[in-house]
């Protein structure tokens, strides 16, 4: 991982700034060592010993002390949060958003290596975590600056002393550049602790309903119980371990005070060292210790900024293509003055309209598993509708994902109007395709947002979306219409609709070919009829859908019987219960059966 790469990059993102925040801290160590040298100044005026040949009011240099180290406080604080504290900030959302936007490049079902709960601590403690570092490197060098001017002098004041002082910040500098593998892997723990908590919390949310049916309360509890115990006892492993350095320093500099007193007393009757000399160097200890630190710090810093660019950047890694890590910190826009750019509703060259769309030899099988689908073929000419249908785990939704390239296929290939699709993740969507998947996922937005997704308003129909999808009758019926608010802070929708809705978003960006997965599953026998009268009744449609409905087989140009990832079967309805076995059993199975009787009681 190019760590140091990665920080160049964001530092090179917004260089006023950094400057800016670079020439705060510049002022803010300064200010210890201008102090120190006007105390210097005053003690030894009151000794007799000052260096400087102009006279001075001694009381001039006791009332400019506090004048002085103020306003260099304040000025680099004031520079600091509209320079350093804002380059932060926009960093921040920087990363967040190349990481998002990675994350949308890769195919959809296998777009999170880990569960969402777990890529949610990835976007708040990786990315501060990496920031952290950034600014840190920015600070060093501004303590460096302040430690070598603060050396210089004492070294013009007695060589000797500041050479014995040197010798226990050097030997601190070493203990912790060797204990740099305990804090990388306490801090591993530690990351990974918090992900799990935050992992589980969003399992739990996800599944209440069936952690209530289960009866699995208690358990959940004591599971969720301990997991945070051992991020806390994770936590307080790396706390510790980390203070416990931090006092080692504390002690470090009271040391070096107690080396300067044991030595300045034979230099201070001689005259070779004065009181104002000995409160200098006291004053200017402080800081050069936390220099020390932060360079015996830097180190493990960096192998924690290595762990989380590494987390950060299994989000946006993709196997198919070679992403770079530096990807993590590409420059653009964040949009936080600027308006955000206009979202146009794509159009469909003449190349684009279909006219037939190929499936050859399609083959993708799971990780570590002989799941999937093996050599699928077939055809869809435009203004037709093809079923899949076929057992529960048989592949027809892996058959859908691979079309549509939300998982990865491992041979055959995707062609369109007779050309070779490439990409298939990029090519088929909206206005080429659209999907309805078996699950459909809905925001806690308004219906109309839902539908719309982003675009301009006058660009959908939104209303024959909502007809299309036999739901407008009761989006009316709602107090607020299509601007009623769905999900846990909103109007809870049945499964049904919630099918009915994604199936509207679905309809409102007339594609070329509608993929429904499964889309009647949850409604009743007359909304499925009306849907799918509907949906024949738009001329030059072009469906492609999972169902094992009588009504969607009946109605049919072309029904593909699936079988352990196979295709088994294929043709209409009559042709395939004379010749397909397994088209045969499934129509005579109690699901096919009792919806065949549902349909002709109600056809009665």
Not at 54 to 81: A, E, K, Q, Y
Not at 118 to 137: C, I
Not at 464 to 470: I, K, Q, R, S, T
Request: charged residues 25%.
């Amino acid at each position: 991982m190019k760590v140091m790469r990665i920080s160049w990059e964001m530092l090179k993102y917004k260089p006023g700034l950094v400057i800016g925040g670079f020439l705060s801290d510049i002022l803010f160590f300064l200010q210890p060592l201008a102090a120190s040298l006007i105390v210097r100044e005053i003690f030894n005026q009151l000794q007799g010993t000052a260096g400087w040949d102009i006279s001075i009011n001694i009381w001039v240099l006791v009332l400019l002390v506090l004048p002085i180290t103020l306003t260099m406080r304040l000025i680099g604080d004031f520079i600091f949060v509209f320079t350093m504290w804002v380059f932060v900030l926009m960093s921040r959302i920087l990363l967040r958003k190349n990481m998002l936007d990675g994350i949308f490049k890769k195919p959809g079902a296998v777009a999170l290596p880990d569960s969402p709960g777990e890529a949610v601590s990835r976007f708040r403690g990786d990315v501060e975590e990496t920031l952290w570092f950034v600014y840190h490197l920015t600070m060093l060098i501004s303590l460096g600056i302040f430690t070598g001017i603060s050396f210089f002098i004492m070294q013009s004041i007695n060589w000797e002393i500041t050479l014995y002082v040197s010798v226990p910040l050097v030997i601190m500098m070493v203990l912790v550049f060797f204990t740099r593998p305990i804090f990388t892997r306490l801090r591993i723990q530690r990351r990974k602790a918090a992900g799990a908590v935050t992992r589980t919390i969003g399992e739990i949310f996800r599944s209440v309903q069936a952690i209530k049916v289960a009866t699995a309360e208690d358990n959940v509890l004591e599971y969720f119980g301990n997991i945070n115990d051992k991020r806390r006892i994770a936590e307080v492993k790396d706390e510790f371990f980390h203070r416990l350095i931090h006092s080692i320093y504390n002690t470090t500099i009271y040391l070096c005070i107690g080396i300067i007193l044991l030595l300045v007393g034979t230099n201070l009757q001689n005259d070779l060292f004065s009181v104002g000399d000995l409160a200098f160097f006291v004053g200017v200890l402080g800081e050069m210790g936390e220099f020390v630190w932060d360079i015996g710090d830097i180190v493990p810093r960096y192998v924690r900024t290595k762990v989380s660019l590494g987390r950060m950047f299994k989000l946006i890694k993709s196997e198919d293509e070679d992403v770079s890590e530096l990807n993590l910190a590409k420059h653009g826009e964040i949009y936080i003055k600027e308006p955000f750019p206009s979202i146009q509703m794509p159009s469909l060259d003449a190349k684009d309209r279909l006219i037939k769309f190929e499936v050859k030899d399609l083959t993708y099988t799971y990780p570590d598993s002989n799941k999937g689908i093996n050599n699928i073929n077939f055809t869809i000419n435009k203004g037709t509708f093809t079923v899949i249908t076929g057992r529960i785990g048989s592949g027809k939704t892996t058959l859908l994902r691979t079309i549509l390239g939300l998982i990865p296929n491992d041979d055959g290939g995707l062609y369109w109007n007779g050309d070779l699709v490439e990409k298939p993740e990029e090519f088929f969507v909206p206005p080429r395709t659209a999907y309805t998947s078996q699950v459909p996922r809905l925001f806690s937005e308004t219906i109309k947002e839902n539908i719309l997704m982003g675009l301009p308003e006058e660009s959908i129909d939104v209303k024959e979306a909502l007809d299309l999808a036999v739901i407008s009758k009761e989006v009316e019926e709602f107090n607020d219409g299509l601007d009623t608010l769905i999900g846990p802070k909103g109007v809870k929708l049945s499964g049904g609709q919630r099918q009915r809705l994604a199936a509207a978003r679905m309809f409102a960006r007339k594609s070329e070919i509608q993929i429904f997965d499964d889309l009647s599953s949850a409604l009743d026998v007359e909304t499925e009829q009306l849907l799918w009268k509907r949906v024949f009744a738009r001329e030059g449609s072009t469906c492609l859908a999972v169902s094992h409905r009588p009504i969607a087989l009946r109605r049919a140009d072309n029904i593909i019987v699936i079988k352990d990832g196979k295709i088994v079967g294929q043709g209409k309805l009559e042709y395939l219960l004379d010749t397909c076995d397994e088209m045969k059993r499934l129509w005579e199975e109690k699901i096919l059966g009792s919806s065949q009787s549902a349909v002709s009681s109600h056809e009665d």
